[in-house]
């Protein structure tokens, strides 16, 4: 069974600072798929970023990028330039090749100050 | 293009009532999802349809909960009886139908917050 496990309740960051979110998960498998999932306060979920487990690149989406340590089973999102509308939950996720059911991890808040 | 789309937004009732949660997933997505987030957790998969057919219902508590997609459109998830414990946001999510090659994103609705007192 595929678990994830997001150890940093809140974290808090000035804007235009670069804050670092952390993620570690566990799999049998092989093949799988990674996400970062964010949920601003209206609580409608959006997809940041996603990373395929046979690509060694890290994946990068404009301000966010990933660090995907395979063997440490460690998937951690990095925020650059900081934004108001940065602030919201933050969701780690994963899911198996062969599936679309998504596990996620119990979420990060992230506050960006002025 | 129109998002996932729920109602109601909000629901108060009293344990031991029933209660019945609607989605209209985005125009051409044949897989819909039903995820049940209790506050302070992740949200977590109920029940997933591949158009009217169910793929994944394992987490589906089915004394009490019940779901169908009878036209491979929207969506209808019941609780009955609630329970204190079913209050949470039940989000609603949708992607394209065939998986071939890269994982189709999944886009969420608003959600629904249910509180059962």
């Known amino acids: 069974a595929q678990t994830v496990t997001q150890s940093q309740p809140e974290m808090s960051v000035q804007e235009a600072e670069t804050v670092t979110l952390s993620c570690t998960y566990d799999?049998?498998?092989?093949?799988?798929?990674l996400f970062w999932y964010k949920q601003p306060p209206s609580r409608q979920m959006i997809l940041v970023i996603r990373?395929?487990?046979?690509?060694?690149q890290n994946a990068t989406e404009n301000r966010f990028s990933v660090n995907f340590q395979k063997a440490a089973k460690s998937f951690s999102l990095k925020i650059s330039d900081s934004q108001l509308g940065d602030t919201a939950m933050y969701f780690c996720?994963?899911?198996?090749?062969?599936?679309?059911?998504?596990?996620f991890g119990t979420g990060t808040r992230l506050q960006v100050f002025p | 293009e129109a998002g996932v789309a729920q109602s109601p937004r909000y629901k108060i009732i009293e344990k031991r009532q029933s209660v019945a949660f609607w989605c209209n997933p985005i125009?051409?997505?044949?897989?819909l999802y039903w995820y049940q987030q209790i506050l302070g957790q992740g949200p977590k998969l109920l029940i997933q349809?591949?158009?009217?057919?169910?793929?994944?219902d394992s987490q589906l508590p089915k004394d009490r909960f019940s779901a169908e997609r009878l036209k491979g459109v929207d969506s209808t998830l019941k609780i009955q009886p609630a329970k204190l414990e079913d209050s949470a946001v039940y989000l609603c999510?949708?992607?394209?139908?065939?998986?071939?090659?890269?994982?189709?994103?999944?886009?969420f609705g608003p959600g629904t917050r249910l509180l059962v007192l």
């Open positions: 990373q395929e487990a046979y690509k060694q």
């Open positions: 349809f591949q158009n009217n057919g169910v793929v994944d």
């Open positions: 999510a949708s992607s394209f139908p065939s998986k071939k090659g890269p994982w189709e994103t999944q886009y």
């Open positions: 125009s051409g997505h044949a897989t």
């Open positions: 996720a994963s899911s198996s090749y062969n599936t679309d059911k998504l596990i």
């Open positions: 799999t049998s498998e092989n093949n799988y798929y």
